[in-house]
Protein backbone atom coordinates (compact mmCIF):
# COMPACT_ATOMS: atom_id res chain seq x y z
CA UNK A 1 0.00 0.00 0.00
CA UNK A 2 2.91 2.23 0.87
CA UNK A 3 5.04 1.68 -2.11
CA UNK A 4 1.68 2.19 -4.22
CA UNK A 5 1.38 5.60 -2.57
CA UNK A 6 4.66 6.51 -2.96
CA UNK A 7 5.20 5.73 -6.61
CA UNK A 8 2.13 7.68 -7.63
CA UNK A 9 3.67 10.49 -5.49
CA UNK A 10 6.36 10.15 -8.39
CA UNK A 11 4.26 9.65 -11.10
CA UNK A 12 2.12 12.67 -10.63
CA UNK A 13 4.76 15.60 -11.21
CA UNK A 14 6.30 13.12 -14.35
CA UNK A 15 3.04 13.46 -15.79
CA UNK A 16 2.53 17.24 -15.10
CA UNK A 17 5.99 17.83 -16.47
CA UNK A 18 5.05 15.72 -19.70
CA UNK A 19 1.46 17.21 -19.81
CA UNK A 20 3.45 20.82 -20.25
CA UNK A 21 6.40 19.82 -22.34
CA UNK A 22 3.77 18.36 -24.71
CA UNK A 23 1.69 21.99 -24.73
CA UNK A 24 4.92 23.62 -25.10
CA UNK A 25 5.64 22.00 -28.34
CA UNK A 26 2.12 22.36 -29.38
CA UNK A 27 2.77 26.16 -28.74
CA UNK A 28 6.40 26.46 -30.79
CA UNK A 29 4.32 24.80 -34.04
CA UNK A 30 2.39 27.98 -34.40
CA UNK A 31 5.14 30.10 -35.42
CA UNK A 32 5.66 33.44 -34.80
CA UNK A 33 1.60 34.36 -34.71
CA UNK A 34 1.71 32.67 -30.95
CA UNK A 35 3.26 35.57 -30.16
CA UNK A 36 0.34 38.42 -30.32
CA UNK A 37 -2.00 35.02 -29.48
CA UNK A 38 -0.22 34.61 -26.43
CA UNK A 39 -0.64 38.22 -25.70
CA UNK A 40 -4.21 38.32 -26.66
CA UNK A 41 -4.97 35.57 -24.33
CA UNK A 42 -3.46 37.05 -21.37
CA UNK A 43 -5.64 40.02 -22.01
CA UNK A 44 -8.56 38.92 -22.29
CA UNK A 45 -7.61 36.47 -19.05
CA UNK A 46 -6.92 39.94 -17.13
CA UNK A 47 -10.11 41.19 -18.43
CA UNK A 48 -12.51 38.19 -17.44
CA UNK A 49 -10.51 38.50 -14.07
CA UNK A 50 -11.17 41.76 -13.38
CA UNK A 51 -14.67 41.85 -14.20
CA UNK A 52 -15.38 38.69 -12.36
CA UNK A 53 -13.95 40.30 -9.24
CA UNK A 54 -15.67 44.16 -10.37
CA UNK A 55 -19.27 42.60 -11.39
CA UNK A 56 -19.25 41.33 -7.91
CA UNK A 57 -22.91 42.02 -5.87
CA UNK A 58 -20.77 43.48 -2.95
CA UNK A 59 -19.35 46.31 -4.97
CA UNK A 60 -22.47 46.91 -6.76
CA UNK A 61 -25.26 46.23 -5.09
CA UNK A 62 -24.83 44.72 -1.85
CA UNK A 63 -27.80 42.76 -0.25
CA UNK A 64 -28.06 44.42 2.99
CA UNK A 65 -27.46 47.66 1.56
CA UNK A 66 -29.87 47.07 -1.38
CA UNK A 67 -32.55 46.32 2.05
CA UNK A 68 -31.58 49.32 3.93
CA UNK A 69 -32.07 51.51 0.86
CA UNK A 70 -35.63 49.75 0.71
CA UNK A 71 -36.55 50.28 4.45
CA UNK A 72 -35.26 54.02 4.10
CA UNK A 73 -38.44 55.67 5.02
CA UNK A 74 -39.25 53.40 7.92
CA UNK A 75 -35.27 53.83 9.10
CA UNK A 76 -36.15 57.53 9.25
CA UNK A 77 -39.53 56.97 11.02
CA UNK A 78 -37.44 54.84 13.63
CA UNK A 79 -34.40 57.23 14.38
CA UNK A 80 -31.97 54.94 13.03
CA UNK A 81 -30.78 56.42 9.52
CA UNK A 82 -27.41 57.64 10.44
CA UNK A 83 -25.66 54.62 10.39
CA UNK A 84 -27.23 54.15 6.65
CA UNK A 85 -26.06 57.93 5.31
CA UNK A 86 -22.78 56.94 6.60
CA UNK A 87 -22.22 53.78 4.53
CA UNK A 88 -23.57 56.03 2.14
CA UNK A 89 -20.54 58.25 2.16
CA UNK A 90 -18.05 55.72 2.44
CA UNK A 91 -18.96 55.26 -1.19
CA UNK A 92 -17.84 51.31 -1.31
CA UNK A 93 -20.09 50.25 -4.19
CA UNK A 94 -22.07 51.72 -6.85
CA UNK A 95 -25.29 52.15 -4.70
CA UNK A 96 -24.08 53.81 -1.94
CA UNK A 97 -22.39 56.21 -4.10
CA UNK A 98 -25.63 56.89 -5.81
CA UNK A 99 -27.31 57.08 -2.82
CA UNK A 100 -24.98 59.35 -1.01
CA UNK A 101 -25.91 61.51 -4.25
CA UNK A 102 -29.61 61.61 -3.89
CA UNK A 103 -28.78 62.33 0.02
CA UNK A 104 -27.04 65.27 -0.59
CA UNK A 105 -30.11 67.03 -3.12
CA UNK A 106 -32.79 65.70 -0.38
CA UNK A 107 -35.43 68.09 -0.06
CA UNK A 108 -35.82 69.13 -3.48
CA UNK A 109 -38.17 67.82 -6.27
CA UNK A 110 -37.82 64.36 -7.62
CA UNK A 111 -37.43 65.93 -10.72
CA UNK A 112 -34.34 67.59 -9.85
CA UNK A 113 -33.05 64.13 -7.64
CA UNK A 114 -33.64 61.94 -10.45
CA UNK A 115 -31.64 64.41 -12.40
CA UNK A 116 -28.50 64.27 -10.64
CA UNK A 117 -28.87 60.72 -9.85
CA UNK A 118 -28.70 59.86 -13.30
CA UNK A 119 -25.43 62.49 -14.25
CA UNK A 120 -23.61 60.54 -11.61
CA UNK A 121 -25.22 56.76 -12.40
CA UNK A 122 -23.66 57.40 -16.33
CA UNK A 123 -20.05 57.69 -14.98
CA UNK A 124 -20.85 54.13 -13.03
CA UNK A 125 -22.33 52.70 -15.77
CA UNK A 126 -18.94 53.39 -17.59
CA UNK A 127 -17.57 51.70 -14.50
CA UNK A 128 -19.59 48.54 -14.73
CA UNK A 129 -18.55 48.76 -18.48
CA UNK A 130 -14.74 49.00 -17.90
CA UNK A 131 -13.09 45.94 -19.38
CA UNK A 132 -15.87 44.75 -22.06
CA UNK A 133 -13.97 46.69 -25.07
CA UNK A 134 -10.74 43.85 -24.01
CA UNK A 135 -13.31 41.16 -24.27
CA UNK A 136 -14.86 42.23 -27.53
CA UNK A 137 -11.17 43.14 -28.93
CA UNK A 138 -10.08 40.06 -28.13
CA UNK A 139 -12.85 38.15 -30.16
CA UNK A 140 -12.11 39.93 -33.10
CA UNK A 141 -8.76 39.64 -33.10
CA UNK A 142 -8.03 36.13 -31.56
CA UNK A 143 -9.20 34.11 -34.91
CA UNK A 144 -7.73 36.71 -37.43
CA UNK A 145 -4.30 36.47 -35.73
CA UNK A 146 -5.30 32.43 -36.28
CA UNK A 147 -6.07 33.01 -39.90
CA UNK A 148 -2.73 35.04 -40.63
CA UNK A 149 -1.03 32.01 -38.86
CA UNK A 150 -3.09 29.84 -41.12
CA UNK A 151 -2.04 31.96 -44.37
CA UNK A 152 1.71 31.57 -43.18
CA UNK A 153 1.47 28.06 -42.94
CA UNK A 154 0.22 27.90 -46.43
CA UNK A 155 3.09 29.61 -47.36
CA UNK A 156 5.55 27.54 -45.81
CA UNK A 157 3.90 24.63 -46.96
CA UNK A 158 3.88 25.74 -51.14
CA UNK A 159 7.44 26.68 -50.28
CA UNK A 160 7.81 22.98 -49.67
CA UNK A 161 6.13 21.88 -53.04
CA UNK A 162 9.12 22.63 -55.21
CA UNK A 163 10.65 20.79 -57.38
CA UNK A 164 12.40 18.88 -55.25
CA UNK A 165 9.66 18.45 -52.35
CA UNK A 166 10.19 19.11 -48.73
CA UNK A 167 7.91 16.87 -46.55
CA UNK A 168 9.40 18.15 -43.50
CA UNK A 169 9.08 21.95 -44.24
CA UNK A 170 5.61 20.73 -45.62
CA UNK A 171 4.49 19.15 -42.60
CA UNK A 172 5.81 22.44 -40.22
CA UNK A 173 3.30 24.32 -42.82
CA UNK A 174 0.41 22.44 -41.84
CA UNK A 175 1.02 22.00 -37.95
CA UNK A 176 1.91 26.39 -38.18
CA UNK A 177 -1.61 26.83 -40.07
CA UNK A 178 -3.65 24.06 -37.52
CA UNK A 179 -2.11 25.58 -34.43
CA UNK A 180 -2.81 29.04 -35.13
CA UNK A 181 -6.19 28.74 -36.02
CA UNK A 182 -7.03 26.42 -32.83
CA UNK A 183 -5.32 28.66 -30.72
CA UNK A 184 -7.39 31.45 -32.26
CA UNK A 185 -10.80 30.05 -31.69
CA UNK A 186 -9.85 28.73 -27.95
CA UNK A 187 -9.11 32.17 -27.39
CA UNK A 188 -11.97 33.97 -28.57
CA UNK A 189 -14.73 31.16 -27.87
CA UNK A 190 -14.00 31.38 -23.81
CA UNK A 191 -14.47 35.45 -24.54
CA UNK A 192 -17.77 35.38 -26.34
CA UNK A 193 -19.15 33.33 -23.46
CA UNK A 194 -17.80 35.82 -20.85
CA UNK A 195 -19.05 38.69 -22.91
CA UNK A 196 -22.14 37.65 -22.92
CA UNK A 197 -22.47 36.83 -19.20
CA UNK A 198 -20.92 40.15 -18.17
CA UNK A 199 -23.14 42.18 -20.56
CA UNK A 200 -26.42 40.31 -19.09
CA UNK A 201 -25.12 40.29 -15.52
CA UNK A 202 -24.24 44.44 -16.21
CA UNK A 203 -27.79 44.65 -17.59
CA UNK A 204 -29.35 43.20 -14.60
CA UNK A 205 -27.12 45.15 -11.95
CA UNK A 206 -28.38 48.10 -13.59
CA UNK A 207 -32.01 47.78 -13.63
CA UNK A 208 -31.70 46.92 -9.85
CA UNK A 209 -29.80 50.14 -9.50
CA UNK A 210 -33.20 52.19 -11.17
CA UNK A 211 -35.59 50.52 -9.48
CA UNK A 212 -33.78 50.97 -5.73
CA UNK A 213 -32.74 54.31 -6.66
CA UNK A 214 -35.89 55.32 -8.05
CA UNK A 215 -37.34 54.35 -4.71
CA UNK A 216 -35.34 56.44 -2.67
CA UNK A 217 -35.96 59.86 -4.74
CA UNK A 218 -39.68 59.30 -4.09
CA UNK A 219 -38.85 59.10 -0.73
CA UNK A 220 -36.35 62.16 -0.34
CA UNK A 221 -38.00 64.27 -2.41
CA UNK A 222 -39.65 67.84 -1.13
CA UNK A 223 -42.64 67.19 0.52
CA UNK A 224 -45.90 68.04 -1.53
CA UNK A 225 -47.66 71.58 -0.32
CA UNK A 226 -50.91 71.07 1.28
CA UNK A 227 -52.02 74.70 -0.06
Same mark, same amino acid.
Given at each position: ?5 ? %? ?8 ? *?E =?? /?S ?5 ? /? ?7 ? @?? %? ?9 ? /? ?9 V ?14 V ?29 R? /?T ?5 ? +? ?17 V ?7 A?? *???? @? ?22 ? @? ?5 ? %??? =? ?20 V ?6 ? *????? +? ?5 P????
Amino acid at each position: MISLIE %TTGHLAPIAT *LE =VL /KSSWEFLQ /KGGTFMIPL @GI %TAIAATTAILY /KFLSLASNRVVPAQLARQVENFQELVATDRVEPLLREFEKGESSLARLAAVAMRHRG /KTQREITA +AVEASARQEVARLHAGISVLDISITIAPL *LGLL @GSASGLVTIFQGLSEAVDHLTIAR @GIAEALT %TTI =VGLAIAVPCVVAHGVFTRRIEVLTVRLEA *LLADL +AYVCQKPASNN
